[in-house]
């Protein structure tokens, strides 16, 4: 079974800062994952996805994500924080094509804070 | 422009009341899910359709219906049955193939997500 689990709840970085949220899975077969960000009262939206190949994924708004199966992790990061980043940031997993379910697992979120 | 439409934003209803949210999609998707959103528990999911005329409960169906009659709509009813119906929920829809190795490409179920309803019973 797929499992995620997102570590912090809440975030806080100073714009300029680095950004790093972190991402850890459990999955039985090769995973899917995926990072989503949602704005307050908003759905979500798709930020970037790690199926196979490269990885090292580089998504929207300057986001990257490495996967490191040795790790089972799929961190975000961006070098350089932006007011309009703070937001609710998701990570997710599936697994689509190997006999296991293509819906993915949502971990819990964390919460990106912006200081000025 | 393609896209998922929920409405309304905000619903208020009484207790005791069944009360139906709506979910539009003009995506040509085949699957289409229900998320419950509370603070801090992440997306739980409620029910999915891969197929009109069909549908499976997810994690948290208790209190909840839903009908798939056409592709585009996917409409979910919170009956009085549900304890704590008070919650953000999110429509999302996905391609859905059952057989996608032999369509010859790479399929990652991505998720595209409405605007999300904001329902509140008092």
């Known amino acids: 079974a797929q499992s995620v689990t997102q570590l912090g709840s809440h975030v806080s970085v100073s714009e300029g800062a680095l950004v790093l949220l972190r991402c850890n899975y459990s999955?039985?077969?090769?995973?899917?994952l995926f990072w989503y960000v949602q704005y307050p009262n908003q759905g979500l939206q798709l930020l970037l996805k790690?199926?196979?190949?490269?990885?090292l994924v580089k998504g929207i708004n300057g986001f990257e994500a490495e996967f490191k199966k040795s790790e089972t992790s799929f961190h975000l990061t961006k070098p350089s924080a932006h007011m309009s980043d703070a937001a609710e940031y998701f990570c997710a997993v599936s697994e689509p094509l190997t006999g296991g379910s293509y819906i993915p697992t949502f971990g819990r979120g964390t919460s990106l804070i912006v200081h000025p | 422009d393609g896209g998922i439409t929920q409405s309304p934003k905000y619903l208020f209803r009484k207790e005791g009341q069944n009360v139906t949210l709506s979910c539009e999609q003009n995506?040509?998707?085949?699957?289409m899910y229900w998320y419950r959103q509370d603070p801090g528990q992440g997306l739980r999911l409620i029910y999915y359709?891969?197929?009109?005329?069909?549908?499976q409960k997810g994690d948290i169906a208790e209190g909840y219906s839903v009908s798939r009659e056409k592709k585009e709509s996917f409409p979910l009813t919170v009956t009085s049955a549900q304890k704590n119906p008070t919650a953000f929920y999110l429509c999302?829809?996905?391609?859905?193939?059952?057989?996608?190795?032999?369509?010859?490409?790479?399929?990652?179920?991505?998720?595209?997500f409405g605007p999300g309803t904001r329902l509140t019973v008092t």
């Open positions: 359709s891969q197929i009109v005329n069909d549908f």
């Open positions: 999302a829809s996905s391609i859905f193939l059952t057989n996608p190795g032999l369509a010859g490409a790479s399929y990652t179920y991505e998720q595209y």
């Open positions: 995506l040509n998707h085949d699957a």
């Open positions: 999955s039985s077969v090769p995973p899917y």
């Open positions: 790690y199926t196979t190949g490269a990885t």
